[in-house]
Nanobody
């Protein structure tokens, strides 16, 4: 069974940076559009950024210019570099394929932006 494992979350001050990583087991990774999602307390999960197998990326408006998604197809890994972070970026961050059918969700990684 394909598994998603996210890591890299932490407590960071406003204006700081974090780099999240996601490992994907299984052979499907190289063909799929991958996405980073986040879910804040009391809110629905939302798409933050997505990247095609070829490396083309798109972003939610509220992270454009601050976050960068990338992937390493050889390592079955996708990363999210987050800069100039804001308190509203506080959430549990998940990775998954961008389009249905999605994989079983991993546990996510907690990101907290606070002074």
């Amino acid at each position: 069974q394909v598994q998603l494992v996210e890591s890299g979350g932490d407590l960071v001050q406003p204006g700081g940076s974090l780099r999240l990583s996601c490992g994907v087991s299984g052979s499907i990774f190289r063909l799929r559009v991958m996405g980073w999602y986040r879910q804040a307390p009391g809110k629905q999960r939302e798409l933050v950024a997505a990247i095609t197998a070829g490396g083309s990326a798109n972003y939610a408006d509220y992270v454009k210019g601050r976050f960068t998604i990338s992937r390493d197809n050889a390592k079955n890994a996708v990363t999210l570099q987050m800069n100039s972070m804001k308190p509203e970026d506080t959430a549990v961050y998940y990775c998954n394929v961008r389009y249905a059918p999605q994989l079983p969700w991993g546990q996510g990684t907690q990101v907290t932006v606070s002074s």
